[in-house]
């Protein structure tokens, strides 16, 4: 019987972003979004299910800590209610009870999607613990429903379309909304340079936000215009066409800031430091380096490459005042068992 499982998961980089919800219940976005999975900033979740159903411990070693730390009543609550309903989905009727130690590769909550790279991980954990074959698409659609959506793009390899779901009933949309790969790691050499300005916590997490976003006058403008930006950024990855593309990715980060300063409470995610950031990497393109912004909900700025570029702006950005730190990351796999015992 297993009783411990070892997972890794990436965070990831949506090219075309996920803001505000459908349902709050089924975790259903109101479009398709994509992303890339980010090879070095990652969750390594450890699950140990244990018989006694009531003890449910989680220790969390944030970004360069040094030991791992008991994580609050209120976060195990969180966990314990999604590893009941995953229970639940994958039909185990025993009572069980958990110890949780994870890890992370980058700081948490400052807009780099650790959520993400956490939930996919735990989602696959519990699966692979109980010993329970199911699809990826299911998996994805499983990790979706822990709350943070952008979980179910961690599942598949390299570049993942999440698709938002169709159907009459409920169980319809439960599954049809989940993400699949669209290309291989290897597909394209696209690099995302992570400009750390700021590694503090951020104040309003995503989910939160989401609940927002349909207030916004901007919203009904952004689902207007999102039809086509998603098909075209899909023509733009198939032809592998750097300049279309990245214009497309800038695009879609003004129009969910748009939608987040304009939603009630607003939301204004950047500082000073990220629009500097934004407005040196708009310079960089005007000097012959093609490089292109994204930023998620959260202060820091992910800066897009092709690899021939990489070091150029590696280089220049190290030299900036806003940058305190940077992590470079590649196309990577999605959630993985690394061990189980
Ligand atoms: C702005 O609800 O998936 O990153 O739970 O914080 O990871 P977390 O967020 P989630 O919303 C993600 C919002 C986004 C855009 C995106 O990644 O698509």
Wanted: hydrophobic share 40%; with cysteine; aromatic share 10%.
């Amino acid at each position: 019987m297993i009783t411990k499982v070892k997972v890794k998961s990436p965070a990831n980089i949506a090219f075309i972003k996920y803001w505000g919800q459908k349902s709050k219940e089924l975790v259903l976005p109101y479009h398709d979004s994509f992303s890339m999975n980010l090879s070095d900033c990652y969750s390594i979740v450890e699950l140990e299910i244990t018989d006694d159903p009531k003890q449910n411990e989680m220790y969390v070693k944030k970004y360069k800590a040094k030991k791992h730390e008991k994580s609050s009543k209120e976060a195990i609550e969180k966990v314990a209610k999604f590893f009941s309903m995953v229970k639940d989905y994958l039909g185990v009727k025993e009572g069980k009870g958990f110890i949780i130690q994870s890890e992370n590769s980058f700081p948490q909550k400052a807009g780099i999607a650790s959520s993400a790279s956490f939930y996919s991980a735990l989602t696959l954990a519990i699966v692979e613990v109980f010993d329970k074959n199911i699809s990826e698409a299911e998996l994805s659609a499983l990790a979706r429903l822990s709350g943070s959506g952008s979980a179910c793009r961690s599942i598949p390899t390299g570049f993942t379309w999440w698709h938002k779901g169709v159907g009459e009933n409920t169980t319809e949309l439960l599954k049809s909304s989940y993400a699949e790969s669209i290309a291989d790691v290897d597909y394209w050499d696209l690099v995302d340079v992570v400009l750390i300005l700021n590694p503090d916590e951020k104040k309003t997490g995503s989910q939160e936000g989401h609940t927002g976003a349909a207030g916004s006058t901007f919203f009904a403008d952004r689902l207007l215009g999102l039809d086509n930006r998603v098909q075209e950024i899909r023509e733009a990855f198939d032809q592998k066409d750097f300049k279309r593309f990245g214009k497309l990715i800038e695009e879609d980060t003004l129009s969910m800031h748009m939608v987040m300063m304009t939603q009630q409470p607003p939301l204004y995610f950047w500082s000073g430091k990220t629009l500097e950031i934004m407005k040196k990497t708009v310079e960089l393109r005007e000097w012959g380096v093609e490089a292109y912004y994204t930023i998620d909900a959260g202060e820091n700025v992910h800066v897009i490459c092709q690899k021939k570029d990489e070091e150029k702006i590696i280089t220049y950005f190290k030299k900036q005042p806003e940058v305190q730190e940077m992590i470079v990351n590649y196309p990577a796999a999605g959630a993985h068992v690394l061990e189980i015992a």
